[in-house]
């Protein structure tokens, strides 16, 4: 079994010809799981008793299992996404040995659909990086050349899925940790709709802009998890009361005269050359299917980093105030006093990018300063938000890059935090607007290395996304394989 | 106004951080840059924009997120208890607060 090639639709295919089993599908995911982790190091757990346990129940069971529309397929979860009895670990040494006593709503309902989750991914620490050298348990690499990173936060969920080891996987996105990572390790990658995926038992880092995120080798796939996984969850007051699609019929519909808009102000300073020239061909590919190619205006876009790191950094700050060494995780040794225990505790537990972002988070709340950081955040968050709005009026979807460079080097950025974030320019304004997004591979640069382009939709538009992500892969189907993958010796 | 290394000794102190002195002298011209980098906002002229509260999308805000205040399962004392570094018949324990 081989997850470069078989899909979820494939594997399906081959339970119901008798041709595999779930469990076999399980093996064959833990077995090049815990080979190339030695590689890649993108799992943090790997949990072979538990997957093959649970496969061996649904084999049991097959019969039954009929309306169970992921039974038996191999899934990754990020690390901070919780599944019961194993770690949450969110890359950071602040949680220790914290076993989660309960699933996220989004693994409750992949489970209950069947899938069979091997293992924990690794990310950068609580989902805060570009590149995945912030995790706590060392960096993860990019399977099309081990000396890069494969982007981040998501980077083992990418990781994972690139090198074939799992079919599919979730990650979590906070400002494009799915479709950055995605892009980079030659993926597809969705960042839904804010509301779309329940965040219960993801651990928060900026709870106006993280969603539940879903990696896949192709666009179908990626749907077919999103269908179990979205819709309406009480236990997350910001799921929305909004029906959940067909999304297998979206996906397989045509172009229908679709309307892609194009905001030409993106493809400027900073983009890498060869980056531009294989995203204009994908947008040149739509229009040769017939797609209409219009020119919109994101006048507000280029700001998107600076709110989104005063935002995202404010909402941090509040949200990692919970680890104190109370009541789960580490707790530093030797502090007679409360204060210092929190306050080494804090220390110890946390790598430097966290506390970066909350000093940074804190600087921008702290009395004085509210107002001309955190609520002009705000006030530009919709300027932004009115920019798509509007531009949705003219197309439906918009096409940009989703990185500014292929993968870089481990190494190359530690030292420079902003150079780091710019790499969120073209994903964090979807995450400020709250609208879906896509990423899928277009192409190879001249090194070898995959380059992606997204697209962004209205609110609810992942049916939309995924089909025209669809279209486009059958038409240029991304066939080029990583050096490192579970098929390669 | 120029970030120092007392602010963000001051930042870390509001923030619970212990810092290391090395720490200290990282963070602040990579902090600086950072703030200097998002007052590009300033040429903005924002008087007459709403600010976004949320990530709320306006199906999201029609959404009745209110439940009938009723007693639920929940966690229970042994398993929240479970993951604590210092759990004491029933309780957290954490060092003398005074």
């Known amino acids: 079994m081989d997850f470069l090639t078989d899909d979820i639709e494939t594997l399906r295919e081959k339970f119901s010809r008798g041709e595999a089993t779930a469990h076999a599908a399980a093996l064959a995911s833990l077995d090049a799981a815990e080979k190339l982790n030695e590689t890649l190091n993108a799992f943090l757990q790997i949990d072979r008793a538990g997957a093959l346990r649970r496969a061996e129940e649904l084999d049991a069971g097959a019969s039954a299992s009929e309306d169970q529309t992921l039974a038996g397929v191999p899934i990754a979860v990020k690390d901070n996404i919780c599944v019961r009895g194993l770690q949450t670990s969110c890359g950071s040494r602040i949680l220790g040995p914290y076993r989660a006593p309960y699933s996220a709503t989004a693994v409750e309902r992949l489970n209950a659909a069947g899938a069979v989750v091997v293992g924990k991914t690794n990310c950068d620490e609580f989902a805060m990086g570009s590149s995945n050298e912030n995790s706590a348990f060392g960096p993860v690499r990019n399977p099309w050349d081990t000396q890069r990173v494969p982007g981040g936060s998501s980077g083992g969920s990418a990781a994972a899925v690139a090198a074939g080891i799992v079919p599919v996987a979730l990650g979590s996105e906070t400002g494009g940790s799915v479709r950055q990572p995605a892009s980079l390790c030659g993926i597809t990658g969705l960042k839904p709709t804010y509301g779309r995926i329940s965040r219960y038992g993801l651990v928060a880092f900026g709870s106006s802009l993280d969603q539940i995120g879903i990696f896949g080798r192709n666009a179908r796939d990626i749907g077919r998890v999103l269908q179990v996984v979205a819709g309406r969850d009480a236990q997350d007051a910001t799921t929305a009361d909004v029906p959940v699609p067909d999304y297998a019929a979206e996906i397989g519909r045509g172009l229908e005269g679709a309307r892609i808009g194009v905001p030409r102000e993106l493809f400027g300073e900073g983009l890498d050359e060869e980056v531009r020239a294989a995203v204009e061909a994908a947008i040149e590919a739509y229009r040769e299917l017939g797609a209409e190619i219009v020119d919109v205006e994101l006048p507000h876009a280029k700001y998107c980093i600076a709110v989104y790191y005063i935002i995202a950094t404010a909402e941090a700050s509040s949200n990692l105030a919970r680890y104190d060494g109370v009541r789960y995780g580490f707790r530093a040794e030797d502090s007679p006093e409360l204060r210092q225990m929190y306050r080494r505790t804090r220390d110890e537990g946390f790598g430097a990018e966290v506390k970066r972002r909350i000093m940074l988070g804190t600087y921008v709340l702290s009395s004085g300063y509210y107002d001309a950081y955190y609520r002009k955040a705000q006030q530009v968050r919709t300027l932004i938000k009115q920019d798509f709005l509007k531009a949705f009026e003219r197309c439906d979807a918009i096409a940009t890059p989703t990185t500014p460079t292929v993968a870089f080097l481990l190494g190359e950025k530690t030292d420079d935090p902003l150079s780091m974030y710019l790499n969120d320019i073209y994903t964090c304004t979807a995450n400020l607007a709250g609208i879906p997004g896509v990423s899928a591979p277009c192409g190879l640069s001249g090194e070898g290395l995959p380059i992606g382009f997204q697209l962004m939709g209205p609110f609810w538009s992942e049916g939309t996304l995924l089909r025209l992500a669809n279209i486009y892969e059958q038409a240029h189907p991304f066939t080029a394989r990583p050096r490192v993958s579970a098929s390669s010796s | ?98």
Do not use: C, N, W
């Open chain 2, 1 to 98: 106004m120029p970030i120092t290394e007392a602010d963000i000794e001051k930042l870390a102190q509001l923030a619970h951080l212990e810092i290391t002195p090395e720490e200290r002298r990282a963070f602040t011209p990579q902090i600086a840059e950072i703030v200097a980098y998002v007052e590009q906002l300033s040429e903005l002229d924002t008087s007459q924009v709403e600010p976004s509260t949320g990530g709320l999308t306006p199906e999201g805000e029609r959404t009745d997120s209110a439940r009938d205040d009723a007693v639920r399962p929940s966690l229970g004392q042994k398993l929240a208890l479970d993951q604590a570094p210092d759990p004491a018949s029933g309780h957290f324990r954490v060092p003398k607060v005074l």
